[in-house]
């Protein structure tokens, strides 16, 4: 994985954690969470994974209204139905987010 490809998913990864503590738990708060996980996904890393099941589970258990309306637009988005499908346990996904933050090129 190249250093700029690193630097994105931390970025995507912080980002997620601002919308986490500064957003409510509120529908109309759904679109900027929609859109970092849209942004997300156009991540191309090379030799690595992108941490989505993560991501969808912190939402998961940390907004579960916002992850509501996600699930519902997996009705229309099948990369919204795939995503709300997939999710792990909330203490592994926190952990594996914050080994990404540690980690370096």
């Not at 995507?12 to 500064?22: P, R, S």
């Not at 939402?59 to 916002?66: A, C």
Request: aromatic share 8%; net charge neutral; glycine share 2%.
């Amino acid at each position: 994985m190249t250093f700029e490809e690193l630097q994105t998913i931390k970025r995507h990864i912080c980002q997620l954690n601002a919308l986490i503590e500064l957003r409510s738990d509120d529908a109309k708060d759904a679109g900027e969470f929609i859109q970092l996980i849209r942004s997300f996904l156009r991540i191309q890393p090379k030799e690595a994974y992108l941490p989505m099941m993560e991501v969808m589970t912190v939402i998961k258990y940390q907004k579960p209204v916002i992850f509501q309306v996600l699930k519902h637009r997996g009705q229309k988005d099948h990369h919204f139905e795939f995503l709300t499908n997939i999710t792990m346990d909330i203490r592994t996904a926190e952990k594996n987010l914050e080994h990404w933050l540690a980690k370096s090129a």
